[in-house]
């Protein structure tokens, strides 16, 4: 996946052949916001007037912008793959919390993701 980031917000890069141009759009948010250029630099541009659109607009409605993660995860897993994730964890010497992080991490990588703090 191409992405590009700024300001805390992700947006997914692709090329529209049939328009002749790239298309992007913020992920991780329930509302819906795309943007599009006809080169890199303007690309580039067009996502920060985005991002930048969108917490002035949520600023001017008085609405409280979504942000893509809080940190906090909550899954729901079948009990065989909780007991298998809790057993590779304890394995590495690590809590659950330490080796889930690790490996979301490592995924995460695969799909360029969000540059690592």
């Not at 690590?94 to 995924?107: D, F, G, I, Y």
Request: charged residues 25%; contains cysteine; aromatic residues 6%.
């Amino acid at each position: 996946m191409n992405s590009m980031h700024d300001k805390g917000y992700t947006a997914r890069i692709d090329f529209d052949e049939r328009d002749d141009c790239f298309v992007g759009r913020l992920l991780g948010l329930r509302d819906r916001v795309s943007f599009h250029a006809a080169s890199v630099a303007d690309l580039r541009a067009a996502f920060e007037e985005a991002v930048e659109d969108y917490l002035e607009t949520c600023a001017s409605i008085g609405k409280t912008p979504e942000k893509p993660a809080s940190g906090r995860l909550m899954l729901r897993v079948p009990p065989e793959v909780h007991s298998a994730a809790l057993i590779a964890a304890q394995a590495a010497g690590q809590s659950l919390n330490q080796w889930a992080t690790q490996v979301l991490r490592v995924a995460a990588a695969r799909t360029d993701g969000p540059p690592q703090p």
